[in-house]
């Protein structure tokens, strides 16, 4: 019995002394104090960690944004046979690179510079160069020299590339009725109109110069677009608008006034008014097995009354006149058709042209007069057939005929696009 007591005595102390050795000590106030700005510390430092984290993410791989610095080298060339009546067959090149510059979603620069070699000499021209700012989705405002948004040729169809036959419609070209590119300044954009659709271009440039007679006395009473510089103190005023009725059909209209008489001439109070209108079609379909494309411009201008002083033989000596009716008249509308829809490779990459043009001067002011190329008629048909080697390289061959003048041509030009 004392051994069972004792036994059991001594199993209960046992007992005690085990549960009192794994109970912990109680923690102090400053052990705690102590404990809890470790803790603090250490969320701290995880948080900033954290946050350094993503900063450095976000400068290692910014998200890219559209319109970003991006600098693109393009333009095109063409090489030309000309064989026309009264001159000698001739080759030429041209090179026309194009610089584009974006400097980000507003800014962007563009330049087109023409390298061209014909007759033994190399000529450089620019075409344009602007720096245009995009204030919204419906505006572009620009500076510098730019392609004169006056009718459809000179803003559109001017690459060799684009223009569906070897050479320009004459309003368009040597001598022309129509601006194809200016220095000023030029506001254009676009905006819908339920389902049709608006574009519009109004701008200030130097404008044109009237040809006095004093070093040219067959051109006298000419407008010339491809001067640098103003020689007076007016400006030119002008603008074009187009109307997109429906998806691939366009009618424009355009205006231009200027001052174009040298300051302190006998030009000098001399105006010249230019209007137009224009029409594009394209028509892309199954039903005619291919695509087919029209053009359409139209031109008048008109030169007030001013006189001049011109020395026709210098045996004769300076005679003066007045010119009261400088008015002219021309325009052209071309057709093309592609088969592109069939299945014969070699057809469909064919596309047969058309283009019928007129020129309508005024009568000449005095007998010397008589003759001079500026007074000619013109009534031209050119047929062409091309051969699109690939979306962007085309060999043309043209035949042309003046019905007027009895002038034919035959022409010849390769052409890239790059």
Not at 233 to 259: H, T
Request: glycine fraction near 10%.
């Amino acid at each position: 019995m004392r051994g069972s007591c004792a036994s059991a005595i001594l199993l209960g102390l046992a007992l005690v002394w085990r549960a009192d050795a794994a109970e912990p000590a109680p923690v102090t106030r400053a052990e705690f104090d102590r404990l809890r700005a470790d803790n603090d510390l250490l969320r701290s430092e995880v948080k900033q960690m954290a946050e350094r984290r993503s900063n450095a993410d976000g400068e290692a791989a910014p998200a890219p944004r559209p319109g970003s610095t991006v600098f693109l080298f393009s333009g095109y060339a063409a090489g030309t046979f000309a064989s026309r009546s009264g001159e000698t067959p001739s080759f030429s090149t041209a090179f026309n690179p194009i610089l584009l510059w974006r400097i980000d979603d507003s800014l962007s620069f563009a330049a087109e510079l023409e390298v061209e070699r014909e007759d033994d000499l190399t000529t450089v021209g620019l075409e344009y160069a602007t720096i245009d700012y995009r204030a919204g989705d419906w505006v572009v405002f620009s500076a510098g020299r730019f392609l004169t948004p006056f009718g459809l040729f000179g803003p559109r169809f001017h690459p060799s590339w684009i223009n569906r036959l070897p050479d320009a419609p004459m309003i368009a070209g040597h001598d022309g009725l129509v601006p194809i590119s200016d220095d000023g300044l030029q506001a254009s954009g676009g905006l819908p109109i339920g389902d049709a659709r608006v574009s519009w271009a109004i701008y200030l440039s130097n404008g044109p110069r009237l040809n006095d007679g004093a070093d040219e006395p067959e051109e006298v009473g000419l407008l010339h677009f491809d001067q640098s510089g103003d020689l007076n103190r007016g400006k030119a005023v002008g603008g074009r608008l187009g109307i997109l009725p429906v998806p691939g059909i366009e009618l424009g209209s355009s205006i231009q006034f200027a001052r174009v008489g040298a300051h302190r001439s006998e030009q000098a109070d001399a105006d010249a008014l230019l209007a137009g209108v224009d029409l594009s079609c394209t028509w892309d379909s199954r039903a005619i097995r291919g695509a087919f494309d029209l053009k359409a411009e139209y031109i008048w201008s008109h030169v007030d009354r001013a006189s001049y002083t011109v020395t026709f033989d210098p045996l004769v000596g300076p005679q003066t006149f007045v010119y009261a009716d400088d008015d002219r008249a021309g325009g052209y509308v071309q057709a093309s058709y592609r088969p592109s829809r069939l299945r014969v490779p070699v057809l469909r990459d064919l596309e047969a042209v058309v283009r019928y043009e007129v020129v309508r001067p005024p009568a000449s002011p005095i007998p010397e007069l008589d003759g001079a190329m500026q007074f000619d008629r013109h009534d031209r048909w050119t047929t062409g057939l091309d051969w699109w080697i690939t979306p962007s390289a085309v060999l043309k061959g043209a035949f042309e005929r003046d019905t007027a003048t009895g002038e034919r041509a035959y022409l010849a030009q390769l052409a890239i696009g790059f």
